[in-house]
């Protein structure tokens, strides 16, 4: 890749010229690093910009395919760069295996604090520097959001975005834009309708993120209870970049709700947990299906305050005892212990990283030899009932021209105190 003056140290994870095999020294140490300008690259071969000029397409030779990402390395969600470090770890170890198709797999991955200018610049820059085949996932609702209109006019797929916003399944405007997961509008219906299953009456209380995020579970919510019981919602929002919601959370316990949904990010989630553990409010509490993870969440909210609550699931988490002696699971941990030997094997986030690596990896393995960025697009719109990997039984991938909402499939779980559990209704 070309020097850029403005970025300090790059570090290369598997660099020119060395054995397959990554060398997990680099990567700790890059791991334990990240600033604004860090990138992580996964690379065996030319840099960048030589790689493009002799490829057939853009960030295609006959020795690589680069990808590239944005990543909450730093800011209010850098809890969730575990799925990103996730991924950076299974592409290496591809490349250990060969790669897809006889070409390594290079990934650029740089930080984007989870602001929207950061991660325009740094797409843009991937785009008209890096030169990449495609945009892999990207995290975020409002960072998918702030480059999609660019990344369609230039023709780069933005592919499996870790972003669950229902405006990225919107082919007939963004076609060039796809998510992998359930949206935040199904999810929010899913609560919703749970809720009108459950408690035929009641005060309902939701503090949500003042963004599209936020919004679109609100909205979702709002479908799922119905016109009969719209009426009852008390909403209290807030801005991502507040340090603390408990003032919030006051203001909403006053009446005592018999229902709160949290609907934020694992810091502020874990936030809105513990202070209603401490003013000893006893909701039925929902949380975004994203504050699953036993070190992110639930150890911050405290494991006594976090028991009984409530989300939406769709992969297997390794926490829960059903998937003991799962093959798919037992496969990853094997893998987990080998390549990302300092991962907490009960953080699903960690698992979950696979599962957006390995759909790229099928979409990149049915383009066949024909790796251009048309072709990529038209592989990730003819996914048909593929496994999501280390999902739940149920949870399968679809996708069409007009389908650009792979998986659909939700689960209610409850935290037991020990691991999360499904619930039966």
Same mark, same amino acid.
């Given at each position: 890749?070309?020097?850029?003056?403005?970025?300090?140290?790059?570090?290369?994870?598997?660099?020119?010229?060395?054995?397959?095999?990554?060398?997990?020294?680099?990567?700790?140490?890059?791991?334990?690093?990240?600033?604004?300008?860090?990138?992580?690259?996964?690379?065996?071969?030319?840099?960048?910009?030589?790689?493009?000029?002799?490829?057939?397409?853009?960030?295609?030779?006959?020795?690589?395919?680069?990808?590239?990402?944005?990543?909450?390395?730093?800011?209010?969600?850098?809890?969730?760069?575990?799925?990103?470090?996730?991924?950076?770890?299974?592409?290496?170890?591809?490349?250990?295996?060969?790669?897809?198709?006889?070409?390594?797999?290079?990934?650029?991955?740089?930080?984007?604090?989870?602001?929207?200018?950061?991660?325009?610049?740094?797409?843009?820059?991937?785009?008209?520097?890096?030169?990449?085949?495609?945009?892999?996932?990207?995290?975020?609702?409002?960072?998918?959001?702030?480059?999609?209109?660019?990344?369609?006019? =230039?023709?780069?797929?933005?592919?499996?975005?870790?972003?669950?916003?229902?405006?990225?399944?919107?082919?007939?405007?963004?076609?060039?834009?796809?998510?992998?997961?359930?949206?935040?509008?199904?999810?929010?219906?899913?609560?919703?309708?749970?809720?009108?299953?459950?408690?035929?009456?009641?005060?309902?209380?939701?503090?949500?993120?003042?963004?599209?995020?936020?919004?679109?579970?609100?909205?979702?919510?709002?479908?799922?209870?119905?016109?009969?019981?719209?009426?009852?919602?008390?909403?209290?929002?807030?801005?991502?970049?507040?340090?603390?919601?408990?003032?919030?959370?006051?203001?909403?316990?006053?009446?005592?709700?018999?229902?709160?949904?949290?609907? @934020?990010?694992?810091?502020? @989630?874990?936030?809105?947990?513990?202070?209603?553990?401490?003013?000893?409010? =006893?909701?039925?509490?929902?949380?975004?299906?994203?504050?699953?993870?036993?070190?992110?969440?639930? =150890?911050?909210?405290?494991?006594?305050?976090?028991?009984?609550?409530?989300?939406?699931?769709?992969? =297997?988490?390794?926490?829960?005892?059903?998937?003991?002696?799962?093959?798919?699971?037992?496969?990853?941990?094997?893998?987990?212990?080998?390549?990302?030997?300092?991962?907490?094997?009960?953080?699903?986030?960690?698992?979950?990283?696979?599962?957006?690596?390995?759909?790229?990896?099928?979409?990149?393995?049915?383009?066949?030899?024909?790796?251009?960025?048309?072709?990529?697009?038209?592989? @990730?719109?003819?996914?048909?009932?593929?496994?999501?990997?280390?999902?739940?039984?149920?949870?399968?991938?679809?996708?069409?021209?007009?389908?650009?909402?792979?998986?659909?499939?939700?689960?209610?779980?409850?935290?037991?105190?020990?691991?999360?559990?499904?619930?039966?209704?």
């Amino acid at each position: 890749m070309a020097k850029d003056k403005n970025l300090s140290s790059p570090r290369s994870i598997a660099s020119a010229g060395k054995a397959q095999t990554g060398s997990w020294t680099a990567m700790k140490g890059c791991w334990g690093g990240f600033s604004v300008g860090l990138f992580v690259v996964l690379s065996l071969g030319m840099s960048g910009k030589l790689a493009a000029q002799e490829a057939n397409s853009p960030g295609v030779s006959d020795g690589e395919i680069i990808i590239g990402q944005t990543a909450p390395y730093s800011g209010p969600a850098s809890a969730f760069a575990r799925i990103h470090k996730s991924e950076i770890a299974y592409f290496e170890y591809l490349n250990s295996k060969g790669g897809i198709s006889g070409r390594k797999i290079r990934l650029l991955s740089y930080d984007d604090g989870l602001s929207p200018p950061k991660a325009f610049e740094q797409v843009r820059r991937l785009v008209e520097q890096d030169e990449v085949a495609v945009v892999f996932s990207l995290l975020g609702t409002a960072v998918n959001i702030s480059v999609r209109k660019y990344l369609n006019s =230039k023709k780069v797929p933005q592919l499996f975005s870790a972003a669950q916003s229902s405006s990225l399944a919107d082919p007939e405007h963004f076609p060039y834009t796809m998510g992998l997961l359930p949206t935040l509008r199904s999810e929010g219906r899913f609560y919703g309708e749970d809720i009108v299953k459950t408690k035929s009456d009641g005060k309902i209380s939701v503090i949500y993120q003042n963004d599209d995020f936020g919004k679109d579970l609100l909205a979702g919510l709002r479908e799922g209870l119905g016109s009969g019981r719209e009426s009852q919602i008390r909403a209290q929002s807030f801005e991502v970049t507040e340090p603390t919601i408990e003032s919030q959370i006051v203001t909403l316990a006053a009446s005592r709700p018999d229902i709160l949904l949290v609907f @934020a990010y694992p810091k502020h @989630a874990a936030q809105a947990i513990r202070k209603v553990h401490e003013m000893g409010w =006893k909701p039925t509490i929902y949380v975004f299906s994203g504050n699953g993870s036993l070190t992110s969440f639930i =150890k911050p909210a405290g494991i006594e305050a976090s028991t009984g609550i409530l989300r939406a699931a769709f992969f =297997k988490d390794p926490t829960d005892p059903r998937w003991k002696d799962d093959p798919e699971m037992n496969e990853w941990r094997e893998y987990a212990r080998q390549h990302t030997p300092d991962a907490d094997l009960s953080d699903y986030l960690n698992s979950s990283g696979i599962a957006f690596a390995k759909v790229l990896e099928q979409v990149l393995r049915q383009c066949g030899n024909n790796l251009s960025r048309e072709n990529i697009l038209k592989q @990730a719109q003819s996914l048909h009932d593929f496994p999501l990997p280390l999902g739940l039984p149920g949870a399968v991938v679809n996708t069409s021209a007009t389908n650009y909402e792979p998986v659909k499939f939700l689960e209610l779980a409850r935290f037991d105190g020990t691991s999360w559990e499904p619930v039966k209704r």
